[in-house]
């Protein structure tokens, strides 16, 4: 679920409103990324929670909200790319996509590049040169988490209401 706040705060919609806009972006819409979660809907999750604690912090959220908008614009269904393409190492090769997509539709600063291309550590050896990049970083695992939850949560009920009726 998209949080409900993200597209009523002014602010962030200024920051990003040209990125969510686009149709590059919103193609993100066709691609699951965890459980029931769209592309779309988990970077515009991990982008208003990155830009949230950065303005809390007092460090650039206009960069946090833009990088986590664009860090999974891979723009391809990465759960059946392996058996497609034999890349098998989504999780190490998908941020240098993204950001290589990104840059061609958006004008990105150096630390929105680092942002994308870094969020995956420790997978990409190289930590994020910036407090934005670890915001970034953890923002995506947060969400990663709580999206993968949601789907196993739905399956654990879905198995004790069968198990309550009398099927296995």
């Not at 806009?21 to 999750?45: A, K, P, R, W």
């Not at 291309?117 to 970083?137: A, C, D, N, Q, Y």
Request: aromatic share 10%; proline share 2%.
């Amino acid at each position: 679920m998209v949080h409900r706040n993200s597209f009523q705060d002014q602010e962030y919609i200024s920051c990003v409103e040209d990125i969510l806009d686009s149709s590059v972006f919103q193609s993100m819409n066709q691609y699951i990324q965890h459980g029931h979660t769209t592309c779309l809907e988990h970077c515009v999750q991990v982008s208003y929670l990155s830009y949230r604690i950065c303005r809390l912090y007092g460090l650039d959220s206009r960069a946090a909200a833009r990088a986590g908008l664009l860090h999974d614009l891979f723009l391809y269904d990465w759960h059946t790319v392996a058996k497609e393409t034999g890349n098998h190492f989504h999780g190490f090769t998908h941020p240098r996509v993204a950001m290589n997509n990104a840059q061609e539709h958006f004008t990105l600063t150096d630390k929105e590049r680092d942002m994308i291309l870094k969020h995956m550590w420790p997978l990409t050896v190289i930590p994020p040169k910036s407090r934005e990049g670890f915001v970034l970083m953890y923002a995506d695992k947060y969400c990663s988490i709580a999206e993968v939850g949601k789907r196993v949560q739905g399956g654990v009920q879905r198995r004790v209401i069968r198990l309550a009726a009398g099927r296995s």
